[in-house]
């Protein structure tokens, strides 16, 4: 399997090494090495909770440089409904779509329009995916089952994420159009880190990649869309009449609030928000049998995408507009609309699944199961030597990682400042016993 | 490697944390999942009839590269009759605890089936003590 692409950043900079990031990452990825947080990629599923928690804005998301756009003359954006939702009232969707113009492109499509794809293609879940079907929507989610929680990868529905069939869509119409495909570019403004990790990681089968020619941070346009708004107040509010909303249906309108998944073809559905809780609920359902669930949906933001990592706005205002937009789309999509989909049923039909999931464990302590063994034992012995206080000053965020850390020479319990307070002659002892940090830089 | 874990008789609201902290270790070694699955669900079993039938008792952890070995002992009333008790839907289980969603008499019936050795050795009024092994599957 290729390397997962990571997309999150620390500028070193500005962190201080704090640990709140550490404290508050859910699959432990972050230590803090010579007082600058260090973040693991092999455990990192990019949820953004690190980025989240740091006061110093030390975090970053990459993106594409926003120029990129003006290298094509069609610039299609693909574009989350949650980002109509970052604006109070006043500023209506129409006007919204007017600035997305205004700031350069020239072709919109909503990104959750793929639900409606799929729908209208009569596409469903493949027959061999167990139940509960876990829902893909959310990429952070699916990149935590894929590497920690290989008894469930089989569970993850199939089906190509909205996005990326909006944009096979978008790509086809608008070739068609201009009659030159290089000229056209088709970018995704999405308010979520581990989107732009899954979309830059590449897929063996190649589907994803070429898909977007960029991808862009929703906080980035909102910036461009609120000063192309400042500036345009008057012009914008005269050509009101001849702009109109991409279409879409109010069902796939929804679908990235919490509980707003409705696959067609299931029954008893449960949604579950917020990474940690997202953990603690796949720990408990891992083994479980019988579970009478047909469909999960799991977000790691709270509240959904609407509480987004690059979302601007109070998650629970912006989750009040997303509410009120879904009522001003219809229940179906008109006749034209379908049309259009259906004009080009064959390229996306060819592309509405994903290939078959692979597992990329990063939890094991090491390859050999014999070695794994010697090394949980040594893990055992140190851990009950540690204060057991979890305060983090060692750079690790709980006594547990550090005793495996040390366990995997990738720390030292000289590291340990309540054992150095303690006693430092015993904590040399210990060392000597245990064993140094091993340098991986080379 | 061989660790202890305590079951303690009687709390059926601690029912299955045994396993899951038998089943955490496991994924950290490295321990192919098919080979966790068939353990979690044969341990299970064994932690809810201590929970459910003894007095209190324990369940011991044995990992080498080759095999598990999960030994779950207790002591309590022991099992009567084993060949009874290994009959699909046969159950001793009080009507308070088939209350509770246990005693369906498919315990030791999915022990069975699930582990690769067992041996259960029992004395009335006295002990009930169960090894299982679980060679180590393929991947």
Partial sequence: MSTYHHSLAIRERLCHGCTHCMKKCPTAAIRIEKGRAQVDSAKCINCGQCMQACANNAIGVEQSPFEMLFSFKQRVAIVPAVFFSQFEEEITNKQICMALYDIGFTHLYFAEFGIDILDVLGVTEPEDVPKPVISNYCPAVKHLIHTRYPGLVQHLSRLRAPSQLTAILARAEVDLLSGSPEDTGVFLITPCPAKIAELKTEESDGIITGLFDGVLNLDTVYNMVRNSLTKNRRRFAAALEDTILPPMTARACKWSLIAGEKPTDTLRRLAIDEIHQVIDFLEYIEEEDDLTIDFLELKSCAEGCVGGILCTRNKFLAKERLTHLVTQFPETLDDATRARILAHADLLRENVYEQEPETDESIKLDEDLEVAIHKMEKARRIVAALPGIDCGLCGAPTCAELARDIAQSSASIRQCAVLRLKDPKELNTLARIWGEKISTES | ?139
Wanted: proline letters at 4%.
């Fill in chain 2, 1 to 139: 490697m061989h660790t202890v874990f305590p079951v303690e008789a009687g709390n059926f609201t601690k029912a299955g944390n045994v396993s899951s902290d038998v089943k955490r270790m496991l994924k950290q070694l490295g321990v192919p999942h098919k080979t966790v699955k068939r353990i979690v669900v044969a341990l299970f079993e064994a932690e809810v009839n201590v929970i459910a039938h003894s007095w209190g008792g324990q369940v011991e952890i044995t990992v080498d590269p080759k095999q598990v070995l999960v030994r779950v002992v207790d002591t309590g009333p022991g099992i009567p009759d084993l060949d009874l008790a290994m009959t699909e839907g046969f159950s001793t289980a009080s009507e308070e605890v088939r209350e509770m969603g246990y005693g369906a008499g498919m315990g030791l019936p999915n022990i069975r089936n699930n582990a690769d050795e067992l041996k259960i050795e029992t004395g009335a009024n006295s002990h009930t003590d169960i090894h299982m092994t679980f060679y180590i599957d393929e991947e």
